[in-house]
């Protein structure tokens, strides 16, 4: 009898120690019920892998979260809810890229505050937005750059320059002018 009082004992101090490892999770990562912060809206040509969750920076201060990802049937851009904290207050003419945290990391919104006088009032959209870049098809373009230029003229030999110093006119190729 007194083995299943221990067990019972040792079940209540896990669970205590579960409990006491959540708040301190939810604590750490800033989770709050909502009270003060309020949403925000923006779209983006490129997601970029962001997901509900990811994290929300200004000038590399997490303020918020991305809280929905989804695709305007009629535009097809990737159309965001951010929430952001209620005590950061975001110049109307914000702007929001999606950026890497590096080259295997993942990805969040960068939020550059602008100049405005007046803020982004809670249900706004960040109009001035960037995509993410496809950072692996930039570098395959650097190591396998396409044939392209093998089609390409060869550029044009430098023109005369007369005695003067200054490039003789009739050797200057014609800009379209």
Do not use: C
Request: proline share 6%; no cysteine; charged share 15%.
């Amino acid at each position: 009898m007194r083995a299943h009082w221990g067990e019972t004992i040792m079940g209540f101090v896990v669970l205590a120690f579960a409990g006491l490892f959540l708040a301190y999770a939810l604590g750490v990562a800033k989770v709050s019920s909502g009270s003060g912060a309020y949403e925000l809206t923006a779209r983006f040509g490129e997601a970029g892998g962001i997901q509900p969750g990811a994290k929300v920076t200004v000038s590399g201060v997490k303020v918020g979260s991305v809280s929905s990802v989804v695709i305007d049937p009629k535009t097809f851009l990737a159309v965001m809810k951010i929430t952001v904290q209620g005590d950061v207050k975001l110049p109307s003419d914000s702007s929001a890229k999606i950026t890497s945290d590096g080259l295997l990391g993942g990805a969040h919104i960068a939020i550059a505050p602008g100049g405005a006088a007046d803020d982004l009032k809670p249900g706004a959209e960040i109009s001035n937005t960037q995509g993410a870049v496809d950072l692996f098809g930039l570098i395959g373009q650097f190591i396998r750059p396409k044939d392209d230029k093998a089609a390409a003229p060869a550029p044009a030999a430098a023109p005369a320059v007369a005695a003067s110093g200054a490039p003789k006119t009739a050797d200057l190729p014609d800009m379209g002018n």
